[in-house]
């Protein structure tokens, strides 16, 4: 045998007892080769560990190098991938986040084991392909049983079984026992489940997460002989859409645990782009909590995800201009149409009979358009337009035979081919193509007369679809290339694909973070249409996903933080923004207020009402009177052009406060937490923010403001997000992060970094435990700094700011570290990781949504 053959019989065997133990077995036999094996396996121990994506782990026992030739599964998955054309650097990124993953699973060798474990995708994002490689892996080192919990619906169950079936039992012939297939859930076999673990061959159930499903699967594992079998066969359960059904449900959670408690050797992975659920779980009961570890999946290259759809709100720590506004691609239909796209208060829904509106019409011709468009360039794949207006069937059926007219009314237009006709489609080209420009994935512009001699087939191809559990025809990719609008609600809302989408006409209502993230089909990869895609739904639907691509964000960071820290599941809770009007999830289990500080902090107003004068009003006021009683109790300096006024007593800071008036989309400046947290650190054993800096920063506005006392500068420019949002303005960044140091005396010198400033500022002797308060006086007109053409001009992602009176922003800079004796309870959720005798939880019921395939 060569030397790489010998490597793989020594890793194979260290993989399963231990590095030590195969050196010493090798030491026998080749003494000259032992060192230098264990030597190796070390180090690839190291890499797979270095290699993957962030985690919070628990407990990790160092076992798993990687795979070796010698494997079966992995090496074939491999080539498949490598036949499929996909590039090096995305077959070698699921290489290493899944050897990261089994990398904390326990080692094979164990007597007994229970692991959870949680990892987090992004939705749309290759999650199947991440677990399909843990499968091969986990398979490679002897799992004797791999059980595919996926989702609740029949169409994913199908998806998955078809996937795993290519990528798995497809490519080793003859080496797998599966137990269901494309057709059919999981029945009760003939044979035993001791005789099938028995085997050599891994067995592969992909079931659906149904009670009647679950039943017959414990009903096949949990007798006398099945039972005894188990004791030594390792067990994989991958829970897909893991938030979903299997947890705090009155049927399915405890089916689930039920089939984990029959499995003394356990590994349980639960997958999802949306965890709060999960998070959520009570951490001390016998549940799905994931004390083992938590994985974060990364990023793909070419992933559009909602930030870069919507933009977010910058993150404590982040430098100025970090968060992305996000593409020119959200359409915002208006709340008068919502009435006329699906029924609202007490109407039925069998009575519902949609309208054609605007939005429904430029966004359907956008679809062909964009379509035609990918034609142009020599993409003739599957193209997908998702209708989701609402949750009922009758809602589904209404719009048929008016999308069906407006295709025949398309189709006339295109067939008469004459001037006006042609008109409208040439406006819409030439208004929307622009919004994205295709120079930023490095494609060259297309022309309308480009896109027009395919436009005609493109509508005379379309399909419209109605997909639900109710619909005989359904949405199918597998017959060729597909040009379809998709109508439809829960069968489209999670995990199953919508091959193409382009386009989508979304203003269903929803309540809850996972819900809506949940419903973004549009998530995924557009790669060679990265420009065409757009999406129209309402103003308040795109603000709230907006702080949805805030959270995600933050969680991640909180997710890594914690693993640079190595803390564990169980001994730090992930924390979870809340926000004014959505619920985080449904299933808020063991979820109760976290505990936050504003220590370090830097906060910022950026929502204001601009065309409500009395609201502008009372906060100049505020503001006044805040300068009259700075001026009478401080002392006045300048720093440039700015005013200083120092040793401002601390009711003064906490008066202004309470009297001036938040957006309340920016929940972290709620005056009564702030004043709460300022109070608790005036009363502390080390009391600090007993004296604020209070600064009004001068602008280069034309206006001059009079903030009374003789304090008067030029006003500030902060011109609005061109969002649509009616009434409501978002300038996305009030401060620059140098103001945070607006009142230190020591030399800025070189410190230009959120984190150095920071550092700065805790340096000067004279403000460590002082708080700054930071006034912006805000131009009224704020017109952009780069003017469009006009107010209206979609190539610009500013406008004028508009407000009908002096806008005052506020900035807060607090000091020090983050302490948590003095911490608030504030914007965040997380479970409590404390009462280990906690009571059981009352379950919420959740019924299944259908029945069991047969």
């Known amino acids: 045998m060569s030397d790489p053959e010998l490597y793989a019989v020594f890793a194979e065997f260290a993989r399963t007892h231990g590095a030590a133990a195969a050196a010493d077995r090798f030491k026998r036999s080749l003494p000259e080769l ?19 994506p962030p985690v919070i782990a628990a407990g990790r026992n160092a076992w798993y190098s990687g795979p070796t030739d010698a494997d079966l599964h992995w090496p074939a998955l ?34 007994t084991w229970d692991a959870k474990g949680l990892v987090v995708g992004y939705v749309q994002s290759g999650k199947t392909t991440n677990f399909t490689g843990v499968i091969a892996k986990l398979a490679d080192v002897k799992y004797k049983m791999i059980i595919v919990l996926s ?53 592969l159930i992909v079931a659906k997460k149904n009670a009647a499903v679950l039943k017959r699967v414990v009903r096949w594992l949990d007798t006398q002989n099945s039972r005894e079998a188990l004791k030594a066969a390792p067990v994989l359960v991958i829970d897909d859409e893991a938030d979903q059904a299997s947890v705090a449900t009155a049927q399915i959670n405890p089916l689930i645990r039920r089939i984990l408690k029959l499995m003394p050797k356990c590994t349980y992975i639960g997958y999802t782009a949306t965890p709060f659920a999960n998070v959520f779980i009570a951490p001390n009961q016998d549940d799905l909590y994931p004390k083992s570890f938590i994985l974060n999946l990364p990023r793909p290259e070419g992933y559009f995800g909602p930030e870069m759809i919507f933009g977010r709100d910058e993150v404590e720590g982040e430098g100025e201009g970090a968060a992305p506004d996000g593409y020119d691609m959200v359409r915002i239909v208006s709340e008068d149409e919502v009435p006329m796209l699906r029924p609202v208060g007490k109407m039925p829904a069998a009575e519902f009979e949609p309208e054609m509106t605007e939005s429904v019409v430029d966004s359907v011709r956008w679809f062909w358009l964009a379509t035609a468009a990918r034609r142009a360039r020599g993409d003739f794949g599957h193209s997908t337009m998702l209708i989701h207006t609402s949750v009922k069937i009758d809602v589904h059926e209404s719009f048929k035979d008016p999308l069906l007219g407006l295709r025949r009314q398309a189709l006339r237009q295109l067939a008469r081919g004459d001037h006006t006709d042609i008109a409208d489609w040439r406006k819409l080209w030439e208004q929307e193509y622009v919004r994205v420009p295709s120079t930023d994935w490095g494609r060259e512009a297309l022309t309308f007369d480009d896109v027009l001699r395919y436009l005609r087939a493109v509508v005379d191809e379309t399909a419209v679809v109605l997909d639900n559990y109710r619909s005989q025809d359904r949405l199918d990719y597998s017959q060729g290339p597909v040009v379809a609008i998709a109508v439809g609600g829960n069968t489209l809302s999670r995990g199953l694909t919508l091959e193409g989408l382009v386009v989508s006409l979304f203003v269903r209502g929803a309540t809850a973070y996972d819900t809506l ?64 009007s959505l619920r985080i999830t449904a299933k808020m289990g063991a979820a109760q207020p976290a505990e936050v500080s504003y220590a370090g902090s830097r906060l910022q107003t950026r929502y204001f009402y601009t065309e409500d004068a009395d609201w502008l009003g009372a906060n100049f006021e505020a503001t006044r009177a805040l300068i009259q009683e700075s001026v009478r109790h401080g002392t006045q300096d300048r720093k440039g052009q700015a005013v200083v006024l120092r040793d401002v007593p601390a009711p003064v800071v906490q008066r202004f406060l309470s009297n001036y008036r938040v957006h309340p989309d920016s929940p972290d400046m709620d005056a009564a937490l702030l004043n709460k947290y300022i109070d608790r650190q005036l009363e502390s054993d080390s009391p600090s923010l007993s004296r604020w800096s209070v600064c009004v920063v001068p602008g280069t506005g034309q206006t001059m403001v009079d903030l009374g006392s003789g304090v008067q500068v030029a006003s500030v420019i902060r011109s609005r997000l061109n969002d649509e949002e009616p009434g409501r303005a978002d300038i996305k960044t009030l401060m620059s992060r140098q103001d945070r140091v607006l009142d230190v005396s020591i030399p800025v010198g070189d410190a230009k970094t959120e984190a150095q400033l920071k550092d700065l500022r805790d340096a000067d002797p004279g403000l460590r435990d002082r708080g700054l308060l930071v006034i912006y006086p805000i131009d009224a007109r704020s017109d952009p700094v780069q003017k469009p053409t006009s107010e209206s001009d979609p190539r610009s992602p500013r406008r004028p700011l508009a407000a009908v009176g002096t806008v005052i922003g506020v900035g807060l800079v607090f000091p020090g570290q983050p302490a948590e004796k003095n911490s608030v309870t504030a914007t965040h959720l997380a479970v409590d990781l404390t009462d280990v005798e906690k009571d059981d939880l009352d379950e919420a019921i959740e019924t299944d949504t259908e029945s069991a395939e047969q």
């Open 517 to 580: 993230l949940q419903m973004g089909r549009w998530f995924g990869y557009r790669t060679g249409y990265e420009e065409l895609p757009r999406i129209w739904m309402t103003s308040s639907l795109a603000a709230a996903f907006r702080h949805l691509a805030t959270v995600e964000h933050e969680m991640r960071d909180d997710i890594d933080r914690y693993q640079r820290q190595d803390l564990t599941p169980t001994e730090v809770a992930v924390r979870i923004r809340t926000h004014p």
């Open 78 to 111: 491999r080539r498949e991938f490598e036949r499929q054309n996909w590039p090096a650097d995305r077959i070698d990124s699921v290489d290493r986040a899944s050897s990261t993953v089994v990398a904390h699973t326990p080692r094979p060798d164990l007597t």
């Open 151 to 203: 989702g609740i619906h029949n169409g994913l169950r199908r998806q998955t079984q078809v996937r795993l079936d290519e990528l798995l039992k497809n490519l080793t012939a003859d080496q797998w026992f599966t137990m269901t297939d494309e057709s059919t859930d999981f029945v009760v076999p003939t044979h035993h489940a001791s005789a099938l673990l028995s085997s050599s061959k891994p067995v």
């Open 34 to 52: 032992a060192e230098t094996f264990r030597k190796q396996f070390e180090d690839d121990l190291v890499r797979v560990q270095a290699g993957g």
